[in-house]
């Protein structure tokens, strides 16, 4: 039997080198050449940037996710306390705690934001449909990221959201009893529940938003970053001209980025540190209460809604945005300088936006 | 921007961030910073003390530590001081210090307290030689029932051991030795060498010294449990104690002032309703300032002043309590007693008075039947009905109290005292007296149509009739 050789080392490697190259036999040239790809010039703003911006933060949410759970019981009878004790007693608890508070709030947002600029400049078309459908059930599970962390708190907020969201998901045709049971692990919400949350928000979720992130970096990097459309081809500066080397400077870029939100992170932590609400009490429901800014929406809709209608409704809209490409495509068809996407998402985002203000402004 | 100016942009933010997390290191700094305003302060005598007894008795140390007496440098010495006088003064690395801290060091910085104290009946507790309770844990039951049993809760006289010529025995140290009978004693009524009377460590234990344990019920029921006076079990059924132990978490109970209704108000404890400040009255350390009766002997009498007593008692009700309830209970509560009295007590003391009166029992107390019977019926059913009614306690009043009350008196106290005093008239009229009460007049028997209804109901309810 032949093995087939390793990757070239150089006489000038040192020896350590060439152990590591004989026992992990990467081809180092492919992999350099893979990992970097020009990247076209608009990504020098950082603003064109915010896909790496919610990948940077949830590095952050693992490393203080993991610090967290060591203090943390996942138990109705104690997870308050634990919470109450991380935050006041153990050393450190309530930076690392309102890091991964504060983080939970950035990273939703720069999720919505990317979601918004590939949305309104048309990157999700053909060939990246598949990936708009992997940004999108990023954005379900990083919402959902959201819900079940401060469920896991325990405090009224997190009673009265797990409550409602099993009651919406009672409302469901068909199958929704089944998983409004299966959710509350039960028939009310309790320890059962609070189990649940805390293997979705420790356990399901980082697996999934792990494989749905490598897919899509796979995918940006086998079709690379979408680039401008010019008028006419022969207007289109050369390649050269049209983008840039990623590394070391739109690395240099994410660097930035990166420190940049290490410090306004530790600045909202020490400024606004995270607070603890009045515990869970399942006997007495809350007079004014309102979820996570980012459900205000879906909080609104329900409350000028019909509990079914509400499900349904929102469902539909899930629905609609992960298959937009091919509805879009549909329309471009017959049309092809269309800007519907466009009057589309500007009425979708007018509509979120009217629902999250009105839920702010009412007083309950 | 070039490279190098992304570089320069990102050591910016690094140093920034830097910064900031010196930032968070010191707010961290001033999380820590706040356990050492806590420590206690050692001062003066006591340093020695403390440092050489932190290494001997670690424990005993460390509670006194986390103490408000250590907060506020009240040491070791400050209450273990003795002058000359004091008899069980010895000579401890250099200093007169004595073993027991009575009331009267205590006195020192708490003499109101100590004066409401000496007022209360707490006080007097150890003053039960002359009583049944006494003969029976002494004689009866043998002395050391009455070290390890009575006296824990009631307290003793401390006593020196002393020699064959009547000197206090003294250890190679010089220290005066303590008749282990009496020490360690912490009754509440504990009568101490200095004359002083009281342990104040009965409910605020040493050397913690905590009101937070003091205020809680637990603390009470060392000794106000068991079959002749269960308070604390009558509290643990009646729905103050089950929102007691429901809420306990709201109870504010490190609060440094306790004032219900300010501080608190999800649930009263013993110290509440008998101690504790309202808006209206200031903390008491007289348990028996807001009690109108006495539930304690054969016959139930009301005390002297009960009326300023018992206002004060409503005042702790009406905090919770609309006025109407607490006089509504207050109705049911006298005229349960009253019927405690006049059906059960007073009859049986007749009884027993007239069995005395007729030379049909010996002078001496329980070597015969009935005087344990009689004992039973009032010092233990007796009193747990009306407690069970004075404290809201429904099982204690009726199964646990009247119901036992009823089947001794009706099938062990009466057969007994009837066969003794079969043929002697002056008792024969006593039984006379009795019979014709309306309260017993059930016992003529009851009418067929009457006994027809209970059977019916165990026939419907059950499918059988008990027989």
Known sequence: ?364 | MTLDEKRWVVAALSFMFLGALLIVAWVEGGRQRVQPEAAPVVAGESARCYDCHAEQTPVIATQWAGSEHARLGVGCFECHRAIESDADGFLHEGQLIATIATPKDCQSCHADIVDEFDRSHHSRAAEFVGSLDNVLGEIVEGRLAAVNGCWQCHGSPVRFLETADGEVQRDSDGKPMLDPQTWPNTGIGRINLDGSQGSCSACHSRHAFTTKMARQPEVCGKCHMGPDHPQIEIFEESKHGIAFRTQIDEMNLDAETWVLGEDYSAAPTCSTCHMSATPNQPITHDVGARISWTLRPVVSTKLENWEPKRNAMKDTCNQCHAPDFVDAFYVTFDDSIEMYNEKFAIPAQNVMAALREADLLTPTPFDEEIEWTFFRLWHHEGRRARMGVSMQGPDYTQWHGFFEVAENFYTHFLPQAEEIGEGTASVEAVFEEIRAMPEHLWREGMSPEQRAEIDAFYQERYGAVPR
């Open chain 1, 1 to 364: 039997m032949t093995m087939t050789a390793g990757p070239a080392v150089t006489p000038e490697s040192s020896s350590w080198a060439t152990w590591l190259a004989s026992r992990v036999p990467i081809d180092l040239e492919a992999l350099r050449h893979f990992s970097n790809e020009p990247v076209p010039n608009h990504l020098k703003y950082w603003w064109w940037c915010l896909g790496g911006t919610p990948a940077l933060l949830f590095g952050v949410q693992a490393v203080t996710g993991i610090l967290l759970t060591v203090y943390y019981i996942p138990d109705a009878g104690s997870a308050y306390e634990s919470v109450d004790r991380l935050t006041t007693v153990i050393p450190f608890g309530w930076f690392i705690r309102s890091i991964h508070r504060w983080a939970s709030h950035l990273m939703i947002a720069a999720v919505i934001l990317h979601v918004m600029r590939v949305f309104f400049t048309g990157a999700y078309r053909a060939p990246r449909e598949l990936n708009w459908m992997l940004g999108v059930l990023l954005l379900a599970v990083t919402l959902g990221f959201g819900f079940t962390g401060y469920s896991l708190v325990w405090e009224q907020l997190s009673y009265w959201g797990v409550t409602v969201a099993a009651n919406l998901t009672d409302a469901v045709p068909v199958v929704g009893g089944v998983m409004g049971r299966m959710l509350r692990g039960g028939e009310s919400v309790g320890s059962n529940t609070l189990t649940r949350l805390f293997i979705l928000h420790i356990g399901v979720m980082p697996t999934l938003l792990t494989l749905l992130l490598a897919g899509h970096i796979l995918l940006i990097r086998l079709h690379g970053v979408t680039e401008f459309e010019f008028e006419s081809p022969d207007k289109a500066p050369d390649e050269a001209a049209r983008t840039y080397p990623f590394f070391p400077h739109h690395a240099m870029t994410e660097v930035i980025i990166g420190v940049g939100l290490a410090f306004a992170l530790t600045c909202l932590a020490v400024i606004f540190p995270a607070e603890l609400a009045e515990k869970a009490n399942p006997l007495e429901t809350p007079a004014h209460i309102k979820p996570e800014w980012y459900f205000f929406w879906t909080f609104r809709w329900l409350k000028l809604t019909s509990l079914t209608f509400a499900v349904l409704s929102i469902g539909f809209a899930g629905f609609l945005a992960l298959i937009w490409p091919y509805i879009d495509e549909r329309l471009r068809r017959r049309n092809t300088a269309s800007e519907a996407s466009v009057y589309v998402g500007a009425v979708a985002v007018v509509v979120l936006l009217v629902l999250t203000i009105w839920e702010a402004m009412a007083s309950s």
